[in-house]
């Protein structure tokens, strides 16, 4: 099955279009991606706390932009993510990721949320990627 990937930025991670998304933006330096994240209660499990899939979201994204300004264009096959602290409600925090490994056939790439305030480990992930060619 060919698979055509395309943007129309309505992306929940980060489309601008999608009013129910989280409108990530990204900058890219020296191999590394980072965007800062406050959640809104909006995306909160339990009361005040943000829950998981949102976190998951927010590092999957992370280490696709990553891959993205190496000029790839991948899917996750394989994501795992390590949660270390709760995220709470508006809690201004920043996601950092990086590719790790790369060739023709897999990329691999890590990535971490932390808090903004104390640079506390919310969550840790490590992905595979998978490189789309058209």
Not at 46 to 53: A, R
Not at 72 to 101: D, G, H, Y
Request: charged share 25%; with cysteine.
């Amino acid at each position: 099955m060919m698979i055509k990937l395309e943007d129309d930025n309505y992306c929940f991670a980060c489309g601008k279009k999608n009013h129910c998304g989280l409108k990530l933006s990204f900058c890219y330096s020296n191999g590394k991606l980072t965007s800062e994240f406050t959640p809104d209660k909006i995306y909160q499990g339990y009361k005040d706390i943000i829950h998981g899939g949102i976190i998951v979201t927010v590092l999957d994204e992370a280490m696709i932009q990553a891959a993205i300004a190496e000029g790839l264009m991948p899917i996750t096959a394989e994501i795992n993510i390590r949660f270390k602290k709760p995220l709470m409600s508006n809690e201004k925090t920043v996601v950092e990721a990086e590719i790790t490994k790369r060739d023709s056939r897999l990329i691999e790439a890590q990535a971490r949320l932390l808090k903004v305030a104390d640079h506390t480990v919310i969550a840790e992930a490590q992905a595979k990627l998978i490189p789309i060619k058209y």
